[in-house]
C-alpha cells in the first residue's frame, strides 16, 4: 500500500546543512501523519519531526530552531532541512507514515510503514 524510500543523506562537515528526502509510493492508501525518526548504533530509535496532513509540525528538543520538516502539495513527499549540523546528529534516518486504506470501494484501515533509511554522518 505505501512504499517508502529515503533520500539525501551522506557526509557533512559540522555547521553544514543537508536536505532529506521521503518519497511515498502510495495505492489505495491516504497519509495522514508522516515523522522521522533516527538511531545511532546502541542508540534507541528517536523522533526527530513530524508533521501531518493537516500541516502540524513538531520536533524534537534537540533539533528546535535549525531543523525543519516539510511536506509538497500532494503530501506525499516528505523533507527534512537539516541545519547546523553537529556530530549528534549522526545516524541512520528513517521515515514514517501513518494513515488509512482507502479509495472507492475500499474500507478504511489503519496501516503504518517504515523505509530502509539513509544514513547521515556529520564530522567533528
Known amino acids: 500500500q505505501v512504499q517508502l524510500v529515503e533520500s539525501g543523506g551522506g557526509f557533512a562537515e559540522a555547521g553544514g546543512s543537508l536536505r532529506l528526502t521521503c518519497a511515498a509510493s502510495?495505492?489505495?492508501?491516504?497519509?495522514?501523519?508522516m515523522k522521522w525518526y533516527r538511531q545511532a548504533p546502541g542508540k534507541q530509535r528517536e523522533l526527530v519531526a513530524g508533521i501531518s496532513r493537516g500541516g502540524d509540525k513538531t520536533y524534537a528538543d534537540a533539533v528546535k530552531g535549525r531543523v525543519f520538516v516539510s511536506l509538497d502539495s500532494a503530501k506525499t513527499t516528505m523533507y527534512l532541512q537539516m541545519n547546523s549540523l553537529n556530530s549528534e546528529d549522526t545516524a541512520t534516518y528513517y521515515c514514517?507514515?501513518?494513515?488509512?486504506?482507502?479509495?472507492?470501494?475500499?474500507?478504511?484501515?489503519?496501516?503504518?510503514?517504515w523505509g530502509q533509511g539513509t544514513q547521515v554522518t556529520v564530522s567533528s
Open positions: 502510495v495505492t489505495d492508501f491516504t497519509i495522514d501523519f
Open positions: 514514517n507514515a501513518r494513515g488509512a486504506r482507502s479509495g472507492p470501494g475500499r474500507i478504511p484501515r489503519p496501516g503504518d510503514f
